[in-house]
């Protein structure tokens, strides 16, 4: 079973920048960070495969960036010209299981979740 901690959350500024880390006890397949605002179903953002291949939702082309250190059993987002809109409790996911029967955006390919932290951009 893979444990993840996210940190890095915070408020910010439009336009200004955050980096998430998340942290994990062992290396799964892929991985993926997910933002869930109030009132709205949970969404994926990006994720990169074991061997680095990365995928991005549209609305974060250009302007997040997905890492990850297994050396370091860390995953981190890179955060740039935030927005409004970008405001969310943000999720790091797990594939601790192979499961490629979905897309690496969809919730239901990972098994292991974060306990989230927020982000709060402001005008």
């Known amino acids: 079973q893979v444990q993840l901690v996210e940190s890095g959350g915070g408020s910010v500024q439009a336009g200004g920048s955050l980096r998430l880390s998340c942290k994990y006890t062992?290396?799964?397949?892929?991985m993926a960070w997910f933002r869930q605002a109030p009132g709205k179903e949970r969404e994926g953002v990006a994720a990169?495969?074991?061997?680095?291949?990365?995928t991005y939702a549209d609305f974060v082309k250009n302007r997040f960036t997905i890492s990850r250190d297994n050396a370091a059993n860390s995953l981190y987002l890179e955060m740039n010209s935030l927005k409004l809109e970008d405001t969310a409790m943000y999720y790091c996911a797990a594939e601790s299981v192979y499961n490629p029967g979905y897309s690496p955006l969809q919730t239901r390919r990972y098994y292991n979740w974060g306990q989230g932290t927020q982000v709060s951009v402001s005008s």
């Open positions: 062992s290396s799964p397949y892929s």
């Open positions: 990169i495969a074991s061997l680095g291949l990365k």
